[in-house]
Structures are given as C-alpha cells and as structure tokens.
C-alpha cells in the first residue's frame, strides 16, 4: 500500500505554538480511516516523547469508537478522524459524547480548515481540531500540549561547571555554588556529578547516597513530572 503524504494544511488560530512535552502514562486511542492519518499516528507512537503512554491505532470513524465505549471506559486521551463538514462533524461528536467518560480529552482531526468550526468544537469541550493530514510532530504537540500548563512558572535552572582537565577545581566550585545557593539563599538545590568513575560529591558534603548518577540514567523512565518537581533543600546524587 503506498501511503500518500499531502502537503500541510494552513494552521487555525489557537494552537499550542512550539510546546512538545514528554506526555505522561497514559491510554491513547486512535481511530483512523485515512491511510495517511493512520500512518503519521504509526510514526507519532514511536516517537521516544510517546514512549510513556501506551497507544492503540484502530480503524474507523466515531461510530466505531462509541460502538466500542458503549460497554467499556474511554481512554485518557481520544484521537478521533471525522469526515465531511461542520455539521456531520458535529453530528458525529454528539453521538460520541454519550459513550465518552467526561475526564476524557478529545483530539478531533478533520477534513475542513474551518474557524467557526474549531471555536464550536472547543465551545464544546473538544481539547484540539487538526485538520487533515497531520504529520507526526503536530499530534505529538497536541497530546503533549494537553499536559502542560502554560501558566506555570520554570520548575528550574540549570547550570554546568566544567573544568577544562582533571584536577581544575570545578567540583569544588560547583559544590560550593550549589551550598549557597541551598544554605544562604534556600533555594532548592541538586548537585549532580557527573564524573562516573571519581564524584566527589557524597565525600564533599559527607552524604551516603542511596543510587549515583549511573543507576539513575540507566532507569529514565522513573523520571516523571512528580520527581522532577520534589527536592531536598540539598541533594547529592553522585557517590
């Protein structure tokens, strides 16, 4: 079967502009009748920012979604294709929302660039519209987006003290940077060092850690948004 890609539709107001976040565990469910639309959510799935949430790519329209939520739940996220124009598009929302658990958010890719559509469709509680064919990284932002909050301020900074050989004193400044920062300043604070053979700061601040940088880059996907936002006033995590 040969796949053909269309060039991309003009963008409606409203979109989440560059936002593309790593999305959480969750359920996806795709229904696609397209071969196109089918095979950019194939790409989107492998994508490593998908790698958390398990999706399931299935053929059909809204009728085969609500004949399958009929008895069962509704995913965390919906991605569904619908053909025609506004009013079928509405039509077929209607009769899909009696199937739809309310926590559920719904992604509505259609064949109309239509604004009084897409404001009627947000109106209703549908969370994007894409209009069709969208490629990959467009239904990867538009997952990610739904779990971002953009009035949330930055969880952090970051910032990498690097000597230029073995011996510099980069360590020791970048431990006594980060003890200032914790101790005089409370600021919230992790040390991590990233010399895997000779860290030096557990010895530093005489800290047992429980796991080094190794074990922690050999396990990413424990990694989420909650152990990203929880610290210690002063943490180090090299042995």
């Avoid at 809204?62 to 739940?73: H, M, R, S, V």
């Avoid at 990610?144 to 011996?167: C, E, S, T």
Wanted: charge should be negative.
């Amino acid at each position: 079967m040969t796949v053909q890609t269309a060039p991309p539709a003009p963008e409606l107001p409203g979109r989440h502009g560059d936002v593309v976040a790593l999305v959480p565990r969750i359920n996806i469910d795709a229904f696609c009748s397209n071969p196109a639309i089918t095979e950019a959510m194939r790409v989107a799935a492998s994508d490593r920012r998908l790698a958390r949430a398990h999706i399931d790519i299935k053929l059909g329209g809204p009728q085969a979604a609500a004949a399958l939520y009929g008895d069962a739940p509704t995913p965390n996220v919906l991605i569904v294709e619908i053909e025609g124009g506004r009013d079928s598009v509405l039509a077929e929302l209607a009769h899909l929302a009696d199937a739809c658990d309310p926590s559920t958010k719904v992604i509505v890719i259609g064949h109309v660039n239509d604004v009084v559509l897409y404001r009627e469709l947000i109106r209703i509680g549908v969370s994007e519209y894409l209009v069709a064919p969208p490629g990959p990284l467009h239904i990867i932002e538009a997952i990610g987006a739904l779990y971002v909050d953009p009035k949330a301020g930055q969880i952090g900074r970051i910032l990498a003290f690097v000597g230029a050989k073995g011996g510099a004193g980069s360590s020791t400044i970048a431990h006594n940077v980060g003890w200032q920062f914790a101790r005089k300043l409370m600021i919230d604070t992790v040390i991590v060092d990233l010399d895997l053979a000779f860290g030096t700061a557990g010895l530093n601040f005489n800290i047992e850690a429980a796991q080094g940088i190794a074990e922690a880059l050999g396990q990413p996907e424990r990694v989420d948004q909650s152990s990203r936002r929880s610290s210690a006033p002063l943490r180090a995590t090299a042995r």
